[in-house]
């Protein structure tokens, strides 16, 4: 699609924009011998979890396999938090609630005895941790009742532009694993679609998924907060109200998968409980699927955590993985790198 | 993206596609050649209509234009009952429903005496009409109440397959538009997303959009019934419930644009004031915007109606279009031809 003449005057553009992408018209020589020494998925230690992976995608896109899949229905569904960034010491959108919340405190003497915005203001993230990632839901959307999309939007462009991370100090949105965004363009490069299915407020995700992940908007599903539609003098907007509409987590992943991409996914990559029935529903499907779970088994490069946490808590998942073929990652074991390098990391490995 | 090698071993077989989609890497001058004489939106008459789409599109594609759009915010969202295909003498998708209340009426004797049902057992149209979009999504959630979403699927494509339209005795899918066949089509070719948003319930939709229209199922937009997730002997299933969710109409349809795309499109397709909304929203973004109703006014080729119908009604929409600098395509004047033409006709045409 991208490269069809974007005019009927133009088909040399178009074959210039061919040739840089397959890496030059001319060389195909060059071109060969660079794919056969780059290494696919590199930060994905040899072992069986990288191999079951290679094979999975080496099955659906070989014409000559009985498993083949056309492009068309390659979907691969990916949970956000935990999944493809941390959601450790607390869910990255919660950190922005918690930043909105006391910015605006004065505003609402009420938030001092309603749950759960009193927990915030009195620092009790226990309480707010039990609230889960309804009580999350809940405080971003009241948090931001009565803005419009596009504030929103911008309110939560300037935070991701000076938060930091609580034990690393660095950007949110450079806390992100390096093997899943290995993973996710290697999936692209086969003609997959890489889809978000996260719990996590939809608006909110948009702002940094197509820089982060490459993921871009449409491809994006998450919780749904109420919105209405309103003309005022300025023309019309979409201002955010405080009702949940749609929480996009359990049985409501794969409710939401099929209302909006319509096709079942082939690959499902999750890391909690919350991601079970994507998993399940994926996998469910004929031929070949492929189910996976990251499991934050690393205490020294980021936090190991499984069947008691609060957040990401993974139990059920870990119990049948096993007989339901799930690849489980081990990401101490499998994982050269936890998190992508920074800026200044990059540059000296140049 | 779909040029990409599939595997690291076939840049020769990716160079291929490239070639054949680019119309010979060797050979530009006949592709050029080719394209000088094909004329574009060949259905619609040379005047202020066609000239107006064109030079939207020559502007938002041309990279040297101030109006110039990057792809990915080519957006182009379509209602379908009455712009993509007939909504005369009622929606398809009510047919459908009157189909099946008829064929499970026996099992469902509390429809004689409930509306909407009743309307349909005494064949009382008039009072089906009153009942509205969303009344007829109603009959279609409550009689597939129970099923799950794959055989849903398959009811619908076994109905379109024998299913006739009463006037012309064609098929349902043969009853669409030729101009706006064409325009899907260029407006893809020039790299645009074009997308559904309609009032018809999503799953209904999605079972011809692709083959149809060529629009793939994610992104098809429209009308939402509750559905629950149930895992069985059998597995797992999505299993549709009597309630409707969501409404896809009015000021539905910006709000379902922005959660399911998540960008305000710049071109929006529309033939009633149920897409006043979704016209309204997608011209008062910034920079070069596409506003168009289609107007029924071909009494000899199809049914003239607007202002008074119960059907697709076009009264704000006729009042506001010029003030606000939308488009009204007069379907008598502005095409030389309405439906596609049937399999026989294009046999002949060749």
Same mark, same amino acid.
């Given at each position: 699609?991208?490269?069809r003449s ?15 992408l ?5 060389s ?5 011998h660079?794919? %056969?020494?780059a290494?696919e998925? &590199?930060? !994905? +230690?040899?072992? *069986?979890?990288?191999?079951a992976i =290679? #094979? ?10 009985p ?6 229905e390659r ?8 999944t ?7 869910y990255v ?5 918690l930043?909105?919340?006391? %910015?605006a405190?004065d505003?609402? &003497?009420e !938030? +001092?005895?309603t *749950?759960?915005?009193?927990?915030? =203001? #009195?620092?009790?993230l226990?309480?707010l ?11 971003v ?11 929103f ?6 935070w ?9 100090g660095?950007?949110?949105t450079?806390?992100v694993?390096?093997?899943?965004? *290995?993973?996710?363009e ?7 679609e ?10 909110f995700?948009?702002?940094?998924a197509?820089e982060?992940?490459g993921?871009?908007?449409e ?10 539609y309103?003309?005022?003098p300025d023309?019309p907007?979409l201002?955010?109200?405080p009702?949940i509409?749609f ?8 409710i939401?998968?099929?209302?909006s ?9 999750g890391?909690?409980?919350g991601?079970f029935?994507?998993?399940?529903w ?11 779970y990251?499991?934050h ?12 946490s ?5 139990d ?7 007989d ?11 994982w050269?790198?936890?998190?992508k390098?920074?800026?200044v990391?990059?540059l000296?490995?140049?």
């Amino acid at each position: 699609m991208m490269l069809r003449s974007t005019s009927r005057s133009r088909p040399v553009v178009a074959l210039g924009i061919a040739m840089i992408l397959l890496g030059g018209c001319a060389s195909l020589g060059p071109t060969e011998h660079q794919h %056969a020494h780059a290494r696919e998925l &590199p930060s !994905w +230690r040899d072992g *069986e979890t990288r191999t079951a992976i =290679l #094979e999975f995608v080496q099955r659906v896109t070989d014409v000559s396999s009985p498993d083949y899949v056309a492009p068309p229905e390659r979907i691969a569904v990916f949970d956000n938090d935990g999944t493809l960034w941390s959601e450790r010491p607390m869910y990255v959108q919660l950190a922005f609630a918690l930043d909105r919340i006391a %910015a605006a405190a004065d505003e609402h &003497p009420e !938030w +001092r005895t309603t *749950e759960p915005f009193s927990f915030v =203001l #009195e620092g009790d993230l226990g309480g707010l941790a039990s609230a889960g990632e309804h009580g999350i839901v809940e405080i971003v959307l009241a948090t931001h009742a009565g803005t419009d999309t596009e504030k929103f939007r911008s309110t939560v462009a300037d935070w991701l532009e000076t938060a930091r991370h609580p034990d690393t100090g660095r950007p949110y949105t450079e806390m992100v694993y390096q093997p899943m965004l *290995e993973l996710l363009e290697f999936l692209r490069a086969n003609d997959f679609e890489t889809w978000i299915v996260s719990g996590g407020g939809v608006d909110f995700m948009r702002v940094f998924a197509e820089e982060v992940y490459g993921i871009p908007t449409e491809q994006v599903i998450g919780s749904l907060g109420d919105l209405n539609y309103e003309v005022g003098p300025d023309g019309p907007r979409l201002l955010r109200l405080p009702g949940i509409a749609f929480i996009d987590d359990k049985a409501g992943k794969p409710i939401a998968i099929h209302r909006s991409i319509g096709r079942r996914p082939i690959a499902a990559f999750g890391n909690s409980d919350g991601d079970f029935e994507m998993l399940e529903w994926t996998t469910a499907g004929d031929g070949p699927r492929l189910g996976v779970y990251i499991h934050h088994t690393d205490a020294e490069r980021e936090v190991a955590y499984d069947r008691t946490s609060s957040i990401g808590r993974l139990d059920r998942g870990l119990d049948e993985a096993g007989d339901r073929g799930w690849i489980v990652v081990d990401m101490a074991e499998d994982w050269t790198q936890v998190f992508k390098a920074s800026p200044v990391e990059q540059l000296d490995g140049d």
